[in-house]
């Protein structure tokens, strides 16, 4: 084990100093008995130890038994770390690659994939689980996590069609029966998915493709992670049972189009604005919407009744399925287009 410590040691030291550079010779050799199954180089090592305790020997004899042992647990430590340093690395270099995170847990924590929302993973990450004493609960939540990323490698070379992965009752921004269909999941009061639909309006995505949605609120540790979102997605479903003849554009798509794209009066957009408002408020300004956008009073009411009835909970049930086991993303938004998914916020030029 020494040997092994002292060669990781030596290795980054050299590194940095050419004064180490002819250790690591010796150092590798060591290693190389040793994972070979032979005896280590006891001179080897016994001059890197008289090396370090020498000092101490010259001061305090003894303490020199007690330091000896010290520099084997200290050895041991170092390969530890090293192991689980070199897996960390492997792991977030997977993770990055399917999932474009190096962090499942936190997908909005890795400055290297794209900009999103993250859909928490409520699984006890290794280190909480350590911390609850639960030891084959971390490791075995660990590996069987690293198991799913690895089966989730060949969605990356998948053909990805998005009119497999429709919600019921679809609506669609524009339509034209020449283009091909996209579908975007998305969250309300996601800023990420307010970037994404003006990056959509920017490069004229709409006019290129069908573009639908799936609205997906994102569980929080308390609730939903942006408090109303869950109750514009019952609006919008119930919009989509009930459409308004003649709209140019289907209010639903109006609603989101607002909440993405337009500023309150107090100038602060109105993704912001809804996010902030308790319940009671969010609902009578998606009703004054209603009533902007064209419906009747009755119409108003027939949505209103719709979005908290049980065919809506079980349409946004479904949707949940859709989202978590079939596109399988853990980000938010998610756009499948053009034989691809997307996750994390599209540039304007990766929509054109």
């Known amino acids: 084990m020494f040997c092994i410590a002292a060669f990781i040691v030596l290795v980054v030291m050299a590194a940095f100093s050419a004064r180490y550079r002819r250790y690591v010779g010796k150092a590798w050799n060591c290693v190389w008995r040793r994972v070979t199954f032979r005896p280590c180089d006891t001179t080897f090592k016994q001059d890197v130890k008289d090396h370090i305790l020498a000092p101490i020997a010259a001061r305090r004899p003894s303490l020199v038994k007690p330091a000896s042992i010290t520099l084997e647990v200290l050895a041991v430590l170092v390969i530890l770390t090293t192991i689980w340093s070199g897996y960390t690395v492997v792991k977030s270099a997977v993770n990055l690659y399917v999932y474009g995170t190096c962090n499942k847990q936190d997908s909005a924590s890795c400055t290297l994939g794209a900009e999103a929302c993250s859909i928490p993973d409520e699984t006890p990450g290794f280190m909480e689980s350590l911390g609850a004493f639960d030891v084959i609960g971390a490791f075995g939540n660990e590996f069987a996590s690293l198991g799913e990323t690895f089966a989730a490698i060949p969605a990356r070379f998948q053909t990805w069609t998005a009119d497999d992965y429709l919600p019921a009752n679809a609506s669609y921004l524009t339509e034209d029966a020449a283009n091909p269909t996209a579908v975007e999941v998305i969250d309300p009061g996601c800023t990420f998915c307010r970037a994404l639909f003006q990056n959509i309006e920017e490069s004229g995505f709409e006019s290129t493709h069908n573009l639908t949605y799936i609205a997906y609120p994102i569980k929080g540790t308390d609730g939903y992670k942006f408090p109303n979102s869950m109750l514009v997605t019952q609006y919008l479903e119930a919009l989509r049972l009930h459409p308004l003849e003649g709209a140019d554009t289907p209010v639903d798509w109006e ?45 108003i009411d027939v949505v209103v009744a719709e979005a908290g009835s049980d065919t809506v909970a079980d349409i946004i049930a479904a949707n949940k399925v859709i989202v978590e086991d079939k596109v399988d993303t853990i980000k938010i938004p998610t756009i499948i287009f053009d034989g691809r998914r997307h996750d994390g916020l599209v540039s304007v030029d990766g929509l054109q």
Do not use: H
């Open 255 to 299: 609603v989101l189009k607002r909440i993405f794209t337009e500023k309150a009066e107090t100038g602060l957009p109105w993704q912001d604005t809804i996010n902030s408002m308790d319940a009671a408020e969010a609902t009578a300004t998606l009703t004054s919407w209603l009533d902007e956008f064209g419906l009747s009073a009755d119409q």
